[in-house]
């Protein structure tokens, strides 16, 4: 595939990446997409609010083309984790309409740039010399791995599960063989540190 054959095709991916991210908050009450669910404090606004940060400075500032509205997150006085969790006075449609502004703006940086067009990413403190095919790759990557966490983070809240809302990508079932599947796996966990235990064998140091 060339080169910009290949761009259309991650451009598609890291697309479908993150409206699968936005949808996770679709239905859920304030607090509800606020509420730090695991003992990090991870909670679904703050990750779409880290996400939208992140990217504008890799498919932005990387490549010359700083989006103005984000660059303070990236100065030395920002406090820690502040770009994970959103304020009380910081809405749920400033923080999505930030995350569009970013794909409208790194939109432009793929459409208008060759996939071996060389940036610098100013936070790298070795190699920081990268193409934009290397970026536009750690960006998906970045993009799905914290769409798996809100995928998550939405299970545990109201039971909702799946990857987009026309298409889940789940296993067909309902709620019983879902239940009965869930106690299989329990079981098997169980079974398998069981076995451990009476062969003599404990926990890997």
Do not use: C
């Amino acid at each position: 595939m060339s080169g910009e054959g290949l761009k259309v095709e991650l451009h598609r991916d890291l697309q479908e990446a993150r409206d699968a991210l936005v949808w996770k908050l679709d239905g859920l009450s304030e607090y509800d997409i606020r509420r730090p669910m695991v003992p990090s404090g991870t909670n679904l606004l703050g990750i779409v609010k880290h996400v939208a940060i992140v990217e504008a400075g890799y498919l932005g500032w990387t490549f010359g083309r700083p989006l103005e509205e984000v660059q303070h997150w990236w100065g030395d006085d920002v406090e820690v984790n502040a770009d994970m969790w959103a304020t009380a006075d910081e809405t749920r449609e400033e923080i999505i309409g930030l995350y569009r502004r970013v794909w409208s703006h790194s939109d432009v940086t793929l459409e208008t740039l060759g996939m071996e067009t060389v940036g610098h990413v100013p936070w790298w403190d070795d190699s920081n010399q990268v193409t934009l095919e290397r970026i536009l790759v750690y960006v998906i990557a970045e993009t799905n791995r914290h769409a798996g966490h809100a995928d998550i983070l939405r299970e545990l809240i109201d039971g909702s599960v799946g990857w987009r809302k026309d298409d889940d990508s789940m296993a067909p079932g309902d709620q019983a063989w879902w239940e009965s599947f869930r106690a299989r796996v329990e079981q098997a966990a169980r079974d398998a540190e069981k076995s451990k235990t009476t062969s003599g064998g404990g926990a890997e140091r």
